[in-house]
C-alpha cells in the first residue's frame, strides 16, 4: 500500500466486492492526530466511512489510511491508565490459565504499545517480545525492560521470531487486530509462530456494545474492522486456525476477547462461542438493514446533543471537556463541536497536554485547568471511564460543576 488512502473495494476477509456503505462520518484527520497551533495549515482529512459486506456481515472502512500515517508517531500509551493496567493483569492471568502456564514460554504481543500486557507477563515467569510500529513508545518500552521491536507483524516477521525465538504458546493482538487492513498476513504470521499448544488471543470492541449504545465514535481511522464472530469463523478455518472459545470483557465499554488455536489444537470448543453465534443470528448482525437504521439513531444523538451544548452556551455557561481519546475527536469532528463550545480538554497524558485536538483545534490540558478555570459543564469524552471521573472531579461537582455524559443518549448527570 503504497497511497495515503485507498478505497477498500472488497471485503478483507470474504473478498466479496458487495459492500454497503451505511455510515459516512465525513471527512476527518486521524483521530491520534494531535497536533500544535504551527500545523493546523497542513492537517490532512481522509474518509471515514462504514460499509457491511452483504456476503459474509463483516462490518469495515470503505477507506483505508497508510499505516505509518496513523501508527509511526502514536501517542497514545495504555499505562497512564491505572484501569487498563488492572484490566491487563487479569488478561495475563487468564491467557496463562487457558494454556496451563506460562513458565518460561514465548509471550508475544502484536501491537503491544508500552508493554502493559507483557509486564504482567513477566510476572508470571514468561519470556516477552513487543511488536510495535511507533517508534518512541517501542523504544521506550525497551529501554523499561520490555523488548519491543518497532515494527508491523505479518508472516515475514513472525519466521524471523520463530528462527531467533522459538515458537510463542501466546501471541497476543489487543485493540489492534481491528485495526489491520491485511488480516490475510496477520493469520499466516500467527500460524507460523505459534505453538502446537498455544493460543492467539484477540481483543477489540464488541459490535454488538456498538449497535446496542450507539457507540459511533469507535469509528476511526485506525479500526479498519468491526469485529463479530460469524465472518471470522470460515476467514480463521482458511488459515488453518480454529476459534474456540469467546467472552465479554468491560474495557472500551464492552469488548469481546477471542481465543484462537491451530485447526487441531487441543482446546475443546466453548458452549459461550456457541452462545454467542445464536446471539448474533438473534440480533441480526449481518443484514444492512440492522446498519441503516443505526445510522439514524447516531443522527438523533448529534442533533440532540449539539442543541444541549450551543443552549449552554447561550445562557452564557461555560463547557469544558475530560478525555482526549480517539473516540472523542470522532464525535467531535462528526457534530461539529469546536473552541466555541468547548473550551479545553483536561487529559491525564503527558503527550497530548499542550497540543490541540485533531480537526476541531480544541486545547488540550492538564486536570490542573479544572482548578484554575472550573467550567459550569464537563463533556466526558472518555465516556468508558465516566464514574472514575466524576468521582476524580467531585469537588468542582461539589461548587455546582455538573457532568455532560454524550452516549447511548446525551444527559446531564446532576
Known amino acids: 500500500m503504497d497511497e495515503k488512502v485507498i478505497q477498500n473495494t472488497h471485503c478483507r476477509l470474504c473478498k466479496s466486492p458487495k ?8 471527512d476527518q484527520p486521524p483521530a491520534n492526530a494531535f497536533l500544535a497551533e ?17 456476503m459474509c456481515g463483516f462490518v469495515q472502512l470503505a477507506h483505508v489510511v497508510h499505516p505509518d500515517i496513523l501508527f509511526r508517531a502514536y501517542v497514545y500509551v495504555s499505562s497512564t491508565s491505572p484501569i487498563f493496567v488492572r484490566h491487563f493483569e487479569g488478561y495475563a492471568q487468564d491467557v496463562a490459565e487457558t494454556v496451563g502456564g506460562m513458565k518460561d514460554a514465548l509471550a508475544v504481543d502484536i501491537g503491544s504499545n508500552d ?8 510476572a508470571l515467569g514468561a519470556r516477552v ?8 513508545i517501542a523504544e521506550k518500552a525497551t529501554e523499561e525492560g520490555v523488548e519491543t521491536w518497532p515494527e508491523y507483524f505479518g508472516e ?23 485495526h489491520i487492513h491485511d488480516l490475510d498476513n496477520i493469520l499466516k504470521g500467527v500460524e507460523a509462530l505459534l505453538s502446537d499448544d498455544g493460543v492467539f488471543v484477540i481483543e477489540a470492541p464488541d459490535l454488538i456494545v456498538l449497535l446496542r449504545d450507539k457507540l459511533f465514535d469507535t469509528v476511526y481511522h485506525e479500526h479498519v474492522s468491526y469485529i463479530s464472530i460469524r465472518p471470522l469463523l470460515p476467514f480463521f478455518s482458511s488459515h488453518g486456525l480454529r476459534i474456540f472459545d469467546v467472552k465479554d470483557v468491560e474495557s472500551h465499554g464492552g469488548s469481546l476477547r477471542i481465543f484462537a488455536c491451530h485447526e487441531k489444537g487441543r482446546y475443546a470448543t466453548t458452549e459461550r462461542l456457541a452462545a454467542r453465534i445464536k446471539k448474533e443470528e438473534d440480533l441480526r448482525t449481518q443484514e444492512p438493514e440492522t446498519y441503516q437504521a443505526f445510522a439514524k439513531e447516531v443522527d438523533g444523538i448529534k442533533t440532540e446533543l449539539t ?20 473516540k472523542g475527536n470522532t464525535l467531535l469532528n462528526y457534530f461539529g463541536i469546536g473552541p466555541e463550545l468547548v473550551e479545553y480538554i483536561v487529559d491525564d497524558s503527558p503527550f497530548k497536554q499542550g497540543l490541540f485536538t485533531p480537526g476541531t483545534h480544541i486545547p488540550v490540558t492538564s486536570s490542573s485547568a479544572l482548578q484554575e478555570k472550573t467550567p459550569d459543564h ?15 472531579c467531585e469537588p468542582y461537582h461539589a461548587k455546582g460543576m455538573q457532568f455532560i455524559v454524550p452516549l447511548p443518549s446525551p444527559r446531564i448527570v446532576e
Open 156 to 178: 515475514e516477521l513472525a519466521k524471523r521470531i520463530l528462527k531467533e525465538r522459538g515458537a510463542a504458546k501466546s501471541i497476543t493482538a489487543n485493540n489492534v487486530f481491528a
Open 115 to 122: 508493554g502493559i500486557l507483557l509486564r504482567p507477563f513477566q
Open 129 to 136: 517480545l513487543g511488536i510495535d510500529p511507533a517508534v518512541a
Open 19 to 26: 459492500l454497503t456503505q451505511f455510515l459516512d462520518l465525513g
Open 38 to 54: 504551527k500545523d493546523f495549515a497542513r492537517e490532512e482529512k481522509f474518509p471515514l466511512r462504514v460499509a457491511i459486506c452483504e
Open 307 to 326: 442543541r444541549m451544548l450551543c443552549d449552554l452556551r447561550k445562557d452564557g455557561k461555560r463547557v469544558a471537556g475530560y478525555g482526549a481519546p480517539a
Open 378 to 392: 464537563l463533556l466526558i469524552l472518555a465516556w468508558n471511564y465516566a464514574e472514575p471521573i466524576m468521582k476524580k
